[in-house]
């Protein structure tokens, strides 16, 4: 029987409903995207010091009850001949159990053919739930024809 994972990743912010490529990833108030540490069974923050790594995911998966191998299988790839979908520093350090996602991470690309969502997932393996944002739209700056659709 599989044990359930003690602690868990979430947003404490998410990216306003639509943002744009090359344009900074942040909060819809402005402030850096935060990601704190909790205790699976409480919702206590949990003071540990842990490296993250953001991803892209489709924005098919739920944000609530979902696997490790979902949340792999829900990453973004870069299309084939494209660079990486996301640019930027993607790791996230925590410390005392909270990070932020530094000013630089932006999309370099949209694409017609899905929605977005930001993951978060511990870089080392381990008993972590990952987090997942909620979706948003990202256009081309200025005014590109192909979108992320939620």
Do not use: H
């Not at 923050?45 to 098919?60: F, G, H, K, P």
């Amino acid at each position: 029987m599989l044990q359930p994972r003690a602690w868990k990743l979430r947003f404490v912010n998410s990216p306003p409903p639509m943002i744009f490529t090359f344009s900074r990833i942040e909060a819809e108030d402005g402030s850096p995207i935060a990601i704190e540490l909790l205790d699976a069974a409480t919702n206590a923050r949990v003071t540990s010091d842990l490296q993250l790594e953001i991803v892209a995911l489709n924005a098919d998966i739920a944000e609530e009850s979902f696997t490790t191998e979902e949340f792999n299988r829900n990453i973004l790839r870069p299309r084939e001949g494209k660079p990486p979908l996301l640019a930027g520093d993607l790791t996230v350090t925590l410390e005392d159990g909270v990070g932020v996602v530094s000013g630089d991470v932006t999309f370099t690309e949209n694409s017609s053919w899905t929605r977005c969502k930001l993951g978060a997932k511990v870089r080392q393996q381990g008993g972590v739930v990952e987090a997942i944002s909620r979706a948003f739209l990202c256009r081309d700056r200025p005014g590109g024809e192909c979108e992320y659709t939620t």
